[in-house]
C-alpha cells in the first residue's frame, strides 16, 4: 500500500468508529461525518500497514491491551481549533468584574487564593491566555501572597504535549496584541517552526493534565472560582452537554463562574446556572452548590516534569501488555473516601421541602425536594436524570438476601432496582441516569481491629459500584469507605449532594437514631446477620 493511496470507509465500518469515538470521548459525530473519518484515521492504518478500516477496528477491539492505540484514535479525531484570546469578551469581564469580585472575598475572608480550569484547552492558548490575564491583573502572583493556580485539561495526549512546552508558530501569535507579545513571549531559536516562547512565569502558573469529561471519576481534588469550557461542548449530544454541566456545577465553588462557546448554550439547565449574558454564567444561589456554607479546597495535584504524551516505545506497533485498560473499581476503606471527599459539599441548607428516608425506603421526585439520610456501613446511592431534572435516593444495609427470597429495599439489589423504577416511573430514562454514591464506612472499626475479609461497608460499597457499571450509569461523585457516618442530603431535582460527617454515631440525633433501631430491629427479623453502625 503506497502511503498515498485512499482506502474507503463503508457505511457500516463507519458506524463502528462512530459508536467507539461516542464511547470513548463523547464525541458524537453526525452522518456526514465519514469522510472526516475516513481522512482523519488514515494515517493510523498505514502506521499498522492495514489495508481496511475494518481491521483497524478489529485492532482496537482485539490486540490494544494497553489502550495505547485507543488514545491515539482518540487524538486522531478530535478538533482542536484554538487560539490566544478567543473570545475576548470573557477575558474582560475576568478582569472587569471576576477579578475585583475574588479579590474582594479575599479581603472579606483572607484568603488570597483562586482556582481556574481550562476543560479542553487543546494546545494551551486558553489556559496561557488566562494565565496572562491574572498577571497582568494580579501582578506576579507569589509577590502578593496570591496563591493562583490554573488546571489545564484535555483527553487529547499530542495536544496536551505541545501546551506543555509553550512555543508556538509564528501564524499563532499573529492576533496577539504587541505589548501582550512582548510581556508574555520570549524569542527562542531552539525551533525555527515554533520561535515564540510563553515566559516562564506565565507557564508556571498551568498544570497539565489528561482528564476525559465521560470518565466517571476527576482526578481533581479542589473547587474552582472559574471554569472555562468552551467550544468542546458542541460536539456533544445533549445527554453527554448535561452531564458535564451537572458535573462542572458539583465542581464550582458558591458563585462560581462558568464560561462556554458562542455556540454553546446551558438551555436545559439553566435552573443551575445564572445567565450574565454572552454565554458566561454563575452558579446559581439556591440550588445547593452556591448555599454551601464551606467548601474544601485542597491544592491540585502537583504539577509534574513528565510529559504529558504517554510513553510509547520507538515502533508505532503499540506495545503488547495483560494490563487491563480500565482499571476496575474497588473497595479500599478508608483511601477510597480520602481520595474522593473534597469533591463533595457539605451542607445544602436549601430551602426546598425535605424528606428524610431509613434503611430500605427509596424515594424519587420531580418536584424541588431534599432527599436526606443518615449512613454507616449502609450505602446510599443518588440517581439523577440531568435531562428531565428527575432524581432520588435509596439506604440499603447490605447488598443481598443470602437467602435468596427478600424483597424488601433493605437489600442493594432491589434497593437499586425500585429507586430506577421510581425515576422512570415519574419520565426519567434509565440511559440517561447519573450516580453519586455514599457512605459504606467502617463505623465497627473491622478493618482497625485487622478482621480479615470485607467489611460491611466495603460489601456495600462493591456492590453499588459493580452494579452502576454493570448497568452503564456513570458514578458522578462518591464519598465512601472511611470510618466514620455520614448525613446525605441529595437534591432530587438538581443532582447535588451534600455530605456532612458524623464522627461519632452516638452524634446523631435521637430521633434518627431510633428510626434506625427500628428499622435494624424490623431487618434483624429477616436476616440474622446484620451489622448496623
Ligand atoms: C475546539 S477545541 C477547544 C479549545 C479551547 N477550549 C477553545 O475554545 O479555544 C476542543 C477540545 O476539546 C477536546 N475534547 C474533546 N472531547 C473531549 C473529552 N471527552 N474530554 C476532554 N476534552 C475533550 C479536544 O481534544 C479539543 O482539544
Redesign the pocket.
Known amino acids: 500500500m503506497s502511503d498515498n493511496s485512499t482506502i474507503t470507509l463503508t457505511e457500516k465500518e463507519f458506524s463502528l468508529f462512530r459508536e467507539l469515538i461516542y464511547k470513548e ?3 458524537s459525530l453526525g452522518q456526514g461525518k465519514q469522510q472526516l473519518i475516513e481522512s482523519r484515521l488514515s494515517k493510523r492504518l498505514r502506521a499498522f500497514n492495514l489495508t481496511s478500516f475494518i481491521q483497524y477496528y478489529k485492532y482496537l477491539n482485539e490486540n490494544d491491551r494497553n489502550g495505547e492505540e485507543r488514545l491515539k484514535m482518540i487524538n486522531a479525531l ?6 490566544f484570546f ?1 473570545e475576548q469578551h470573557h477575558f474582560d469581564y475576568l478582569r472587569s468584574s471576576v477579578f475585583p469580585m475574588l479579590e474582594k472575598r479575599a479581603k472579606e475572608t483572607g484568603e488570597r487564593k483562586i482556582r481556574i480550569w ?5 494546545t494551551g ?2 489556559p496561557y491566555t488566562l494565565a496572562m490575564s491574572v498577571l497582568d491583573h494580579f501582578g506576579p502572583t507569589s509577590f502578593h501572597g496570591w496563591d493562583i493556580r490554573i488546571l489545564a ?4 495526549t499530542d ?1 496536551l504535549a505541545h501546551a506543555q512546552k509553550g512555543v508556538y508558530a509564528a501564524d499563532r501569535v499573529t492576533d496577539v496584541p504587541k505589548e501582550i507579545l512582548k510581556r508574555h513571549f520570549v524569542k527562542t531559536s531552539k525551533d525555527p517552526e515554533a520561535p515564540f516562547q510563553v515566559r516562564p512565569e506565565v507557564q508556571e502558573l498551568v498544570t497539565f493534565r489528561r ?4 470518565e466517571p471519576q476527576w482526578p481533581i481534588n479542589t473547587y474552582f472560582d472559574i471554569i ?5 461542548m458542541i ?1 456533544f449530544d445533549e445527554v453527554t452537554q448535561d452531564r458535564l454541566l451537572t458535573r462542572f456545577s458539583d465542581q464550582l465553588v458558591p458563585c462560581g463562574h462558568l464560561f462556554i ?1 458562542h455556540s454553546e448554550s446551558i438551555l436545559r439547565l439553566d435552573q443551575l446556572y445564572t445567565s450574565l449574558g454572552s454565554t458566561m454564567y454563575r452558579l446559581s444561589g439556591g440550588v445547593g452548590a452556591a448555599s454551601r456554607k464551606k467548601y474544601e479546597d485542597a491544592t491540585l495535584p502537583p504539577a509534574s516534569d513528565e510529559p504529558a504524551q504517554p510513553r510509547s516505545g520507538n515502533s508505532e506497533k503499540p506495545a503488547q501488555s495483560s494490563t487491563p485498560r480500565r482499571a476496575t473499581s474497588h473497595v479500599r476503606g478508608t483511601e477510597v473516601a480520602a481520595s474522593m471527599q473534597p469533591q463533595i459539599a457539605l451542607d445544602s441548607d436549601v430551602r426546598v421541602p425535605a424528606h428524610s428516608i431509613i434503611v430500605g425506603e427509596v424515594k424519587a421526585s420531580r418536584n424541588p425536594l431534599k432527599v436526606t439520610t443518615l449512613l454507616g456501613s449502609c450505602v446510599g446511592v443518588g440517581l439523577y436524570d440531568p435531562k428531565v431534572r428527575i432524581g432520588g435516593m435509596n439506604h440499603f444495609m447490605l447488598p443481598n438476601n443470602s437467602s435468596g427470597d427478600g424483597t424488601s429495599a433493605t437489600y442493594g439489589i432491589h434497593a437499586m432496582e425500585l429507586l430506577i423504577n421510581e425515576i422512570m416511573k415519574l419520565g426519567g430514562d434509565r440511559r440517561r441516569l447519573i450516580a453519586k454514591v455514599f457512605g459504606g464506612g467502617d463505623v465497627l472499626g473491622k478493618r482497625a481491629s485487622g478482621t480479615p475479609g470485607l467489611s460491611i461497608g466495603e460489601q456495600n460499597i462493591q456492590f453499588a459500584l459493580q452494579f452502576l457499571e454493570t448497568d452503564s450509569i456513570p458514578v458522578v461523585a462518591k464519598d465512601i469507605g472511611g470510618t466514620t457516618g455520614r448525613q446525605i442530603q441529595f437534591l432530587a431535582h438538581t443532582g447535588q449532594a451534600f455530605v456532612r460527617p458524623v464522627p461519632r454515631v452516638d452524634e446523631m440525633c435521637e430521633e434518627d437514631m431510633q428510626k434506625i433501631r427500628r428499622s435494624a430491629r424490623a431487618a434483624a427479623a429477616e436476616e440474622t446477620c446484620v451489622v448496623l453502625f
Do not use: L, Q, W
Not at 78 to 83: G, I
Not at 211 to 214: A, G, H, K, Y
Open positions: 470521548a463523547g464525541i478530535t478538533t482542536n481549533k484554538t487560539d478567543r481550562s476543560a479542553a484547552c487543546s492558548e486558553e485539561s484535555d483527553v487529547d495536544v482528564i476525559n469529561f465521560i472555562f469550557c468552551r467550544n468542546v460536539y462557546g
